[in-house]
């Protein structure tokens, strides 16, 4: 996965305090040998979601709502065939907009496609300490298990177990060493980006335990 993070500012409506006002975007990158064709059905088609994510009921179309089991719910506001798809999605209180595009890298045989994930969330829906405590790896490391779930899919048909399947995958032995890898990746993006260095390395409770087990 390749790690990007960075703050910018969200639309100012109305005079609010500071935190409401940053949007909180993360990006990362991941890539497969598989076909655009199957990637995008794998996202798109509600019967292969289910095998990978969560049952999702809705028209996942553009303009369609949608359900996400008991997950989120959403609304896609872009579907370019196979080439970007941006979710509004909707969880509790908090609203993170969802931005997937597809590329290539390498040639020939060594060619890969690859799905670019943008996540933008405004700090002041986030719960209260979210930042403080956890960093971008708070939406991060979630996401890339997500993503990490997708691979998996389209490599060999796994189908989601009892539950979701990024779960499945963050308590298992490959899984455990991904989230860590993947922990100190974000927490080393947020420094770079400005985020202060004793905060990321403090004591406070950590998403990598909260997803693992593991102390950071």
């Known amino acids: 996965?390749?790690?990007?993070?960075?703050?910018?500012?969200?639309?100012?409506?109305?005079?609010?305090?500071?935190?409401?006002q940053d949007a909180y975007v993360i990006e990362f990158t991941a890539q497969t040998p598989k076909s655009v064709d199957e990637i995008w059905g794998a996202l798109v088609k509600p019967e292969k979601?289910?095998?990978?994510?969560t049952?999702?009921?809705?028209?996942?179309?553009?303009?369609?709502a949608f359900r996400l089991g008991d997950l989120a719910d959403g609304s896609i506001t872009v579907c370019e065939p196979k080439r970007r798809l941006s979710i509004d999605l909707i969880r509790g209180t908090?609203?993170?907009?969802?931005?997937?595009?597809?590329?290539q890298e390498g040639k020939g045989k060594?060619?890969?496609?690859?799905?670019?994930?943008?996540?933008?969330?405004?700090?002041?829906?986030?719960?209260?300490?979210?930042?403080?405590?956890?960093?971008?790896?708070?939406?991060?490391?979630?996401?890339?298990?997500?993503a990490q779930a997708l691979l998996?899919?389209?490599?060999?048909?796994?189908?989601?177990?009892?539950?979701?399947?990024?779960?499945?995958?963050?308590?298992s032995a490959e899984g455990r060493a991904f989230c860590s890898e993947a922990f100190s990746g974000w927490r080393s993006a947020a420094i770079a980006g400005g985020a202060?260095?004793?905060?990321?390395?403090?004591?406070?409770?950590?998403?990598l335990q909260i997803y693992t087990g593991l102390h950071p």
């Open 1 to 20: 996965m390749i790690r990007k993070f960075s703050f910018a500012k969200a639309a100012k409506k109305k005079p609010a305090a500071k935190s409401a």
């Open 49 to 53: 979601i289910a095998l990978w994510l």
């Open 55 to 64: 049952p999702v009921s809705g028209k996942p179309a553009k303009g369609g």
């Open 94 to 103: 908090s609203r993170q907009m969802i931005d997937i595009t597809f590329g």
């Open 110 to 146: 060594s060619k890969l496609n690859t799905i670019t994930v943008k996540i933008t969330a405004n700090l002041g829906d986030l719960p209260a300490g979210n930042w403080q405590t956890l960093g971008p790896a708070a939406l991060g490391m979630g996401w890339e298990l997500v």
């Open 152 to 171: 998996y899919y389209l490599a060999g048909g796994q189908t989601v177990p009892r539950k979701s399947s990024a779960m499945a995958f963050a308590t």
């Open 196 to 207: 202060d260095a004793g905060i990321m390395a403090g004591p406070a409770p950590s998403v």
